[in-house]
């Protein structure tokens, strides 16, 4: 609707809270004296991105404030936010090196937010979060609903401390195996919530609520921790089975993670370093590739080896390849239940197994569910495989057990769908 005459036109006021992510790892990595050349670069171009009337403050540490004065309305302001965005993303080089880093930048607008100078910075404060657990790299409107939202996070943060401090969390045991051979190869341990209430919780259902907290590191930790003692005790029983476990890209890029990890891999130096195996999702690793391979180089250097979880499902799958030190891919589960229905997807899949054949990659498949499965992974050269049609995760007092059981993988004809996993 037009503005009636002599109606004066309301002009907004946006109070901007913009925070740097993943400032803290380049402050550890190149020093404090790196750290504030990069604060004065991002400071720079801010100032060149913002209008001549709007105002530009440092809070602190990488945390800035921008008032964006007199705005027409919404669309003005998103236009210089994304400007903002986009900038600050650019490279920056420190000593030598190419650094990339992105913000989170929180937004509310006066006199719709109709609050006092120092609540409004507050309610730009809580947006910026919001931005940061939406997924960083971008911008969030203060809302008092995510407000709300907020509040319920952290109390279910709060309850995830309080079943961490009370050992509610467990690790169960998924095999993976060799379906020309019928040996197991090794183990992937996959965290599971106890939960006195509910019973036995995936991931899926409280992981993405801790992302990005410390409880998300202290987790990843007790789980190495786990892990290496469960390899030790199995080696003890006459078992020398090696284990996978799955790490977020905050917590292996986390500062000081590669001298836990040689501390960690220390006090059980009884067991060979390489039976331990960290899983990375193929999907996170893109924004900081180059940092990421750095950091799996120096975990390779102390003997772990790496694999690349959900193998297909990234943007840039193929160059991960090239670029990141990979012993083993798992090709993603999406892609294996197809190949009996698909001829995309086994194409896929085949041509995934003659590119790591070629880069003396291992190669895994993920989602097994059927002899048809199995039969058709061997005729496509993928005899590695993992899925609930071998066997389910089980607690570790089940795996020894199972083990002793003898089994071997049949490989059936592909009209007889099912389990392929039969006693001997």
């Not at 750290?35 to 171009?45: A, F, I, K």
């Not at 209008?51 to 440092?58: C, E, H, M, V, Y």
């Not at 008032?67 to 600050?88: F, H, Q, T, Y």
């Not at 975990?299 to 990141?324: K, P």
Request: charged share 20%; aromatic share 8%; proline share 4%.
């Amino acid at each position: 609707m037009s503005t009636e005459v002599g109606e004066v036109q309301k002009e907004l006021l946006a109070v901007c809270y913009l925070d740097l992510d993943g400032f803290k790892p380049v402050n550890d990595k190149f020093g404090h004296a790196a750290g504030d050349q990069l604060l004065v670069v991002v400071s720079e171009r801010l100032r060149h991105t913002i209008r001549p009337n709007d105002i530009l403050a440092r809070l602190g540490g990488d945390e800035f404030a921008v008032l964006l004065s007199g705005l027409r309305n919404a669309d003005e302001c998103v236009s210089v936010i994304k400007r903002m965005l986009c900038n600050i993303s650019l490279p920056i080089v420190l000593e030598d090196s190419l650094v990339r880093i992105s913000s989170s930048i929180g937004v509310t607008l006066f006199p719709d937010d109709d609050a006092e100078a120092e609540i409004l910075l507050r309610h730009a404060d809580q947006a910026m979060y919001q931005a940061k657990r939406g997924g960083k790299n971008r911008y969030q409107f203060y809302n008092p609903l995510n407000n709300q939202l907020e509040a319920m996070c952290k109390k279910e943060i709060e309850r995830l401390e309080q079943a961490f401090l009370e050992e509610e969390f467990v690790l169960y045991y998924q095999p993976k195996v060799n379906l020309l051979t019928d040996e197991v190869i090794g183990f992937e341990a996959l965290l599971r919530w106890s939960h006195p209430e509910r019973g036995i919780l995936e991931p899926a259902d409280f992981l993405p609520v801790i992302a990005g907290t410390r409880l998300e590191f202290s987790m990843g930790e007790w789980v190495i921790d786990a892990v290496l003692r469960q390899i030790q005790y199995w080696k003890s029983q006459g078992q020398d089975i090696s284990i996978s476990f799955n790490i977020s890209t905050s917590h292996l890029m986390s500062q000081g993670f590669t001298d836990y990890l040689e501390t960690m891999l220390a006090c059980y130096s009884s067991i060979p370093n390489a039976m331990l195996e960290m899983e990375l999702k193929e999907s996170v690793t893109s924004d900081n590739v180059f940092e990421v391979a750095k950091t799996l180089s120096r975990c390779r250097e102390l003997g772990v080896t790496i694999a690349l979880d959900d193998f297909g499902t990234g943007c840039s799958s193929l160059s991960h390849l090239r670029e990141l030190p990979i012993d083993t891919i798992k090709i993603a589960k999406s892609f294996v239940s197809g190949i009996p229905l698909s001829q995309k997807d086994k194409s896929l899949v085949k041509g995934i197994v003659q590119i790591t054949q070629m880069l003396g990659i291992s190669v895994i498949a993920e989602g097994v569910e059927s002899a048809t499965h199995s039969s058709m992974l061997l005729d496509l050269g993928c005899p590695l495989a993992q899925g609930y049609g071998i066997a389910e995760p089980m607690p570790a007092s089940q795996v020894l057990a199972w083990l002793q059981q003898n089994v071997v993988f049949l490989i059936q004809p592909p009209d007889q769908l099912g389990s392929i996993l039969t006693p001997r």
